[in-house]
Every structure is written in C-alpha cells, then in structure tokens.
C-alpha cells in the first residue's frame, strides 16, 4: 500500500499500550504516524491502575517531546486516549472491538467523554461500523481493516504437512480455550504451534495445555521468527467466539498466501469465505477441518489486492480529516 497521499507537514502519534500490535506496526506509516508501544510494566491484574499510571505519565511526556499535530489511540484501555486529551493534542481512537462489546469499557469513568472528544473513531469492519454507528450516531466513523501487506520469509521455506500454527492471544472473552485443548488433544499426529502466554490461562487450563505432547509453546516471537513459522506451516487456524471480529490471525494468513481455517460467522464468512475453511466451534467440525487440509501453495494475491483497495479509501478519508482539524 501506498501513503503517497499523506501530508509530510502532518504527521502523527500512534500510541499502543501493549508490546506489540501488528495492525498498529503496519497502518502507523500508512498515516504518517511515528509508533509507540508502551508495554505492560506489570503483569498482575490487580497492579493494572498502576500500569496505566506509568503509561499515562509516558505517552504525555511522548506528546509534549515530539509535539504531534494528532494522535491516534489503540483502545482499550480507553485510557490510552487520555494523553491527547490532556494535552489538548487532536486525537483519533482505533477502536478494537472490546471497546464496544465488552461492557466495562463504556462504564469506566470518562470513557463517555474519550470518545466524544475524539475527531473520529476507527472501526475493524462493516459489523461493528453498524454497532457504533447506532450507539454514537454524531460519531465522525472509518471503516478501516487491518492492511494487509505481503509476509515472506527471510529464508526459502518449505511447509510442514503435520504443522498447525494457533494464532491466538488466550483471550478468555473471545477464544474458546477449553475447545482448543480438547481438539488439539485428539490430533496427536499433528504438531501445534502457539506463541500466546499460557501464563494468562488459569492454573488448572494451563496446566492441560502443558500436558500436551504434540503442543509447541514458544511465547512471544520476534517478527522474523514469526513469519518463518508461519510461512512454514500447514495452515494456522484462529477461532473466535465473537460476532463482528476480524481477527488479525486470518489477515497474516492472507498475507502469508497459508491455508486458514476459521470459526464461521456471518462477518469471517464475508471477508475469507471464498478462500479459508469455515468451521463451527465444535472439535468434531475442526478436527474434520484440519484432517482433510492438503499440502497446497495459494495465491492470495488477488484478494489482497482487492482487501487493500478498501482500506485505502478510508485511510484517504482519516487523512483528510486530521489535516482538516490540525
């Protein structure tokens, strides 16, 4: 994709308040954004207020140095949008699903006034354009998925016929972690690859994932080791239990040209139906799923192509506006 049309006197800050974020690594350019990300400093759940007390402190001080004309804020946590409100810096919200979805996100306290100060808001996809849309109709709305850009590995790699990569973050709200174990457990011909923190599980689920002799878990990846893995592998399966999710799983296998299989929802059947496997979250629909994979080379080129025209459209309409209003 191009960002030929982005103004160079604007430029922007792209705050993320996690490690890493793909989405946000590859749109932040296409904005003429520099990106920060602000990992978790702790990871006990209970120390969290604190956690986003430092990042806070952090992203004003980013602000105050770099003096951007806007910032772009990945939420949640709706706080990440506070350090352009305090410092009166324009700002627009990535808003990832669970900020809508997830009930305590629009109940924490200013969360109303986040987002109604906000110069616009970006959503994943038409569903959730659809959701937003009635809750904030004054809402200023970019329907932006995440970008896709082509993955290549840094070597020349062959697939793997018995290796599945799960992409997976073992977000409990979304990710149907008992079914994952269960399926991955009667597929012990298969090799699993997952690079999500088990520490995140329960003690007791943790626990059975462990015990699996055929599960790889490799934590945190760097990209280059990523991209190997998944151009290495058979196919990467992403299940979701949610409505109106994109997920980023199934953009890296459309970027990697690698077979997917997916949980079936009106939302993945629209945007990988024509190329991935669908699946009802059942081990039985995913087992079958996978059993019957081929090792194949896709061409996904096309579907790219035509993925990445729509999200420059909008990228074109969110730059419009910041130069607008900056």
């Known amino acids: 994709m191009s960002n030929s049309t982005v103004n160079k006197k604007s430029f922007g800050l792209f705050l993320v308040w996690k490690k890493y974020q793909r989405r946000a690594e590859i749109m932040a350019p296409l904005i003429n954004c520099k990106l920060k990300f602000i990992p978790h400093v702790f990871k006990n759940k209970y120390l969290r207020p604190l956690d986003y007390a430092i990042k806070l402190i952090a992203s004003v001080k980013d602000i105050w140095l770099k003096k951007p004309h806007f910032v772009v804020a990945q939420c949640p946590p709706t706080f990440s949008a506070l350090p352009p409100l305090i ?72 697939r793997h016929p018995k290796q599945i990569l799960v992409i997976a973050s073992f977000d409990p709200w979304d990710e149907p972690i008992d079914l994952l174990i269960e399926t991955m457990a009667e597929l012990a011909d298969f090799d699993f690859i997952i690079t999500a923190d088990p520490d995140k599980l329960a ?29 290495s592998s058979l196919a990467s399966l992403v299940l979701t239990t949610s409505d109106a999710t994109q997920p980023s799983g199934a953009c890296e296998a459309l970027s990697s040209n690698t077979q997917l299989i997916i949980s079936k929802t009106s939302l993945t059947q629209k945007l990988f139906g024509e190329w991935a496997v669908l699946v009802e979250n059942s081990s039985e629909s995913i087992i079958h799923a996978i059993k019957n994979l081929s090792l194949q080379e896709l061409d996904l080129a096309p579907y790219r192509e035509q993925w990445n025209a729509s999200v420059q459209q909008e990228i074109t309409r969110l730059i419009k506006l910041t130069e607008q209003k900056t």
Not at 209 to 225: D, I, M, P, S, Y
């Open 87 to 158: 410092t009166k810096t324009p700002y627009v919200i990535d808003a990832h699903n669970p900020l809508f979805q997830v009930e305590i996100w629009q109940n924490l306290p200013l969360s109303k006034s986040i987002l109604n100060n906000a110069l616009g808001i970006i959503v994943h996809n038409a569903e959730m354009f659809q959701l937003v849309n009635k809750n904030y109709p004054s809402a200023q709305l970019f329907t932006i998925c995440d970008p896709i850009e082509s993955i290549k590995p840094a070597q020349p790699q062959k």
């Open 203 to 231: 003690l007791e689920t943790a626990a059975k994932l462990r015990q699996l002799n055929n599960v790889k878990l490799t934590g945190f990846l760097a990209t280059a080791e990523y991209h190997q893995t998944l151009c």
